[in-house]
């Protein structure tokens, strides 16, 4: 994936990126002082217990005046809110020239894998790895984004 990213900025013209391949819940990090933190859909695939861990990793690493963006597929309270967002995501895919057997197959590959919290889980675990006032800026179905700031207003 990584790779596939590097590939996709540098055709874009985007420049100044640099790559570090590392597990982000052990550390250390490669970075400091960062401005943003941005993880999509990258703390789904960790052991719940390492997600506060990166959280808190990448805050020792942002500059006081940083902020942070998580993306995340999240798991709704009702069952039915899931459904419903399985549902809407399969016809996106379909009506965007993804045939069903793909679907279904990328379906098979989350399973056990991909480990959605709750939108509170998700503001707690960012609270508690030292982050500030964490505010969701959009949800839709089973997806959200949540911003936070590095210090306190």
Not at 35 to 49: I, M, N, S, Y
Not at 78 to 100: M, N, S
């Amino acid at each position: 994936m990584l790779e596939r990213a590097q590939e996709a900025l540098e055709a874009s013209g985007a420049g100044g990126v640099t790559y570090h391949p590392d597990r982000i819940e052990k550390g250390p990090l490669a970075h400091s002082d960062a401005d943003l933190t941005v993880a999509l859909f990258t703390l789904q695939f960790l052991r719940e217990q390492d997600r506060v861990e990166a959280l808190r990793l990448a805050r020792e690493h942002s500059a006081d005046s940083g902020a942070l963006i998580v993306a995340e597929k999240i798991r709704p309270i009702d069952v039915r809110w899931a459904e419903i967002a399985i549902d809407v995501a399969h016809d996106f895919k379909a009506a965007h020239g993804i045939d069903d057997a793909a679907i279904r197959a990328k379906a098979k590959a989350l399973r056990g894998v991909l480990r959605p919290w709750s939108q509170r889980a998700i503001v707690e675990a960012i609270t508690s790895a030292g982050w500030h006032s964490p505010e969701v800026l959009f949800r839709w179905h089973g997806w959200l984004v949540v911003g936070a700031f590095a210090s306190p207003l």
